[in-house]
């Protein structure tokens, strides 16, 4: 099992940069799939982008162009760049560890929060 714990959220002027970072626990980290998800107040959680094992990424369409997901194996670490931020990107931001066994998102941190003004 993994268990991640995001950080680095903050306030940022539309424009801006952020990178969020999540620390996973685990030695069996590089086996697993990592995915960053957002839930905005009043709405449903989202997907935002995700990082296979391998290393291939994807993205919402929504971010896509202006956030970089990566990860870094040696250090049980999984990154968001997320860059010329939008007021509609604040939201409380969750990383997640898809299960090996279910191939699902059964591993989620606790979340940080994203607020961008305008």
């Known amino acids: 099992q993994v268990q991640p714990v995001e950080s680095g959220g903050g306030l940022v002027q539309a424009g801006g940069s952020l990178r969020l970072s999540c620390a996973a626990s685990g030695r069996t980290f590089s086996r697993y799939a990592m995915g960053w998800f957002r839930q905005a107040p009043g709405k449903e959680r989202e997907f935002v982008a995700q990082i296979t094992r391998s290393g291939m990424t994807s993205y919402a369409d929504s971010v896509k162009g202006r956030f970089t997901i990566s990860r870094d194996n040696a250090k049980n670490m999984v990154y968001l760049q997320m860059n010329s931020l939008k007021p509609e990107d604040t939201a409380v931001y969750y990383c997640?560890?898809?299960?090996?066994?279910?191939?699902?998102?059964?591993?989620w941190g606790q979340g940080t929060q994203v607020t961008v003004s305008s």
């Open positions: 997640a560890a898809r299960s090996l066994i279910t191939n699902l998102y059964d591993y």
